[in-house]
């Protein structure tokens, strides 16, 4: 059935454009509710109304880093990432950025090239036919060539399915374990390529937009306008 769900129809991807725009529009929402010592608490309380508002259901929102604010609070100037995913109709949207409280930092700036060169290679250069292997060694290349800054940032991409559940794919058979299978992009298929970097006692950046593969390449669902939100 993962095999199956992994080429969308035409009706699954009027479903996943709508879930596109309402995520990251309360995502968006949210973010600008935000303010110096809003609580991880509060950030969730807020995209799930927001999420509702527009008819879907959150299902959760990583704020900070991997283990959420480092202060327990938002604080100025620490990079840190937001990942949204809702549900409408039981379609998922999936949405990443980097946001900051005030002016970016030089290092953050150029944090933020490195993603959007990361962004654009995915979408200059992956092709149905690419396999997911082949499009993460492409945009972690690319990115890591054109970083210029100076804390130690190890930058990756990795791209998975997405569709009626965040992560909608199959695994390799005949293991006892889950491994992802190194699947092949073709047209229809609805993905992210997730972007993400922590770096401790500095902050956490990313960039994630959901595409679709075309029969060239591959076009967003939503919005794809960049990683960085400055509040």
Not at 2 to 27: F, G, Y
Request: a neutral charge; charged letters at 25%; glycine letters at 10%.
């Amino acid at each position: 059935f993962r095999k199956i769900r992994l080429i969308k129809s035409e009706v699954e991807l009027k479903h996943m454009r709508a879930v596109a725009r309402i995520n990251q529009d309360a995502c968006m929402a949210m973010l600008k509710q935000v303010r110096r010592g809003t609580t991880k608490d509060q950030i969730d309380e807020t995209f799930m109304v927001e999420a509702a508002k527009r008819g879907a259901k959150a299902m959760w929102i990583a704020t900070g880093t991997i283990g959420g604010l480092t202060q327990g609070k938002v604080v100025e100037g620490e990079p840190m990432m937001v990942d949204a995913v809702s549900q409408r109709n039981f379609y998922h949207g999936d949405f990443g950025r980097t946001v900051v409280l005030g002016e970016p930092s030089k290092e953050l700036q150029a944090c933020m090239a490195s993603l959007r060169i990361g962004s654009a290679t995915v979408l200059e250069k992956a092709r149905p036919g690419m396999k997911y292997s082949q499009l993460r060694a492409l945009v972690g290349d690319a990115m890591t060539k054109a970083y210029t800054g100076s804390i130690p940032v190890r930058f990756g991409a990795g791209p998975h399915s997405v569709g009626l559940q965040h992560t909608d794919q199959p695994y390799r058979d005949g293991i006892p374990f889950v491994v992802g299978d190194d699947l092949v992009l073709e047209e229809g298929m609805t993905l992210t390529v997730d972007l993400p970097t922590s770096v401790l006692g500095w902050g956490a950046i990313h960039c994630e937009d959901l595409l679709v593969v075309t029969k060239t390449g591959l076009e967003p669902l939503a919005i794809a306008d960049g990683p960085l939100v400055v509040i």
